[in-house]
């Protein structure tokens, strides 16, 4: 069975990382997320699992629990590998451009957002999460105001208010 898997620089038990054409063993039990050689039959499954930017395609074989988004296996073939970092860097600002609308971003966020200028990433991203805890307080404070203004009026009914 094809997958996808991401690694570090190293598995995750700290042995070295088989090369591409290798094929990794695992002797003993398996489980998930706790033992055994670990990917991914979706691509954006493996990213969540991702230790680091190495992306690897891999066969899996032997003994294999199958979960909805993640596999566990005794072997693993690497097919191909390849750094995926500047592609993930890009796609993360691309999924940030496709919900642009929903906030009032800051300017030097969408500069970043649209260049992917290494000298403002950092401002950038402080000057998102400014923005994202602001947003959130005034949400908070709209919701309590809310609840507030039910209660005095006798009209508030917890949960389902």
Known sequence: MKAWHFAGTRMRDGTPLGAPGDVERHDGPLEMCKSGLHASGRLLDALAYAPGPLLRR??????????????VASERRILWECDMTAALRLFARKCAMDVAHLWD???LVHEYLMTGRKDIRAAARDAAWDAARAAA????????VAYAQAARAGAFTGWGG
């Open 58 to 71: 891999v066969e899996l074989h032997g003994d294999m629990i199958l979960y909805d988004d993640n596999i």
């Open 105 to 107: 971003m800051p300017p």
């Open 137 to 144: 307080r005034a949400a908070q404070e709209r919701r309590l």
